[in-house]
């Protein structure tokens, strides 16, 4: 799973960047009994932020205890008549797919065939659509996994066109991890999804975590930049930008000018990867003022990107091709 905050790309899981998290020394059963307590009391709201939301989750300790132990309990909540035991179970795997992944827990590799195979068991009967969110997002996961690539990808095709959104949502997801071609298309078409969520990670997915570049998915950003959701045109004006297409510049030059305040925004975002991809000398009146902000600004360095993108327009020629992504 992946969350997107404007100018970041995260890979869930954000629980292992925490250097300086304590060794929880609750058993399992505590640990397992915290999770169904949270789930029961805390269901997901989609006008909270998602990511704060996926943060106070507490699956923190299945991504460290990633053990034997954790994965057949998990197993067996995976098998509860209950959906909220089914989703916690499946959340656990998500946890424990990502730590052996990281970490190239030789012992424990063996367990991701079992794991992969539980859970297209499970997606094969499963109804509730909470529960098919996070049996999807856990094999996307799987999907960084080449062995398990091909097989999912053609699972996965079979829910892209599921009547709940929240399970398109996490196909849309699943799929920016992998390099099956056919991801992009499936991609292609989430982006038309009656759904504003489902667009928008089907854009963002396609214009900023993948790096494929073709007249294909560029046609498909241009046509998103007047949709009616306006994170989802955002998110098509970043995908067009990083890409060096005029589109994105043109768009951009009917903006006011960008403030220090705008650093956060999709716009400004489309606006500093424009400036480095083509290096157009017409940007610089949009990326002046932020970057005389930050040079008066005694303890606020000027950030990498931006200078990139100002010394780019200065020189009118694109930033270097490894500076562009």
Known sequence: MYVKIPGKILEVNPLCEEPNRREDNRSDEELIHEALRFYAENRFDEDDEEYAWWEAKPMRPFYDRHSPEIVERARKLCQSPSALERTVGADILNQVIQAIRDTDNEEMLGSLTEINHDLLAMLEVEQDAEVLGSIIAALGHLLH???????????????????????????TGALWGTTDERAVEM???LMVDDDADVRDWATFGLGSVREEDTPDIREALANRLDDPNAIVAGEALVGLARRGDQRAVNSLLNMQPFTAEDEHTLEYEALVKAGISTGDPRLLPLL???????LLAKDDAIPHDLALAYDACHRGTPADREDKW
């Open 187 to 189: 991609l292609l078409g």
């Open 288 to 294: 002046e003022p932020v970057y005389q902000a930050k």
């Open 145 to 171: 996994v080449n062995q398990y690539q091909s097989d999912i990808v053609t699972v996965l095709s079979k829910w892209q066109h599921h009547p709940a959104a929240e399970v398109r949502h996490a196909v």
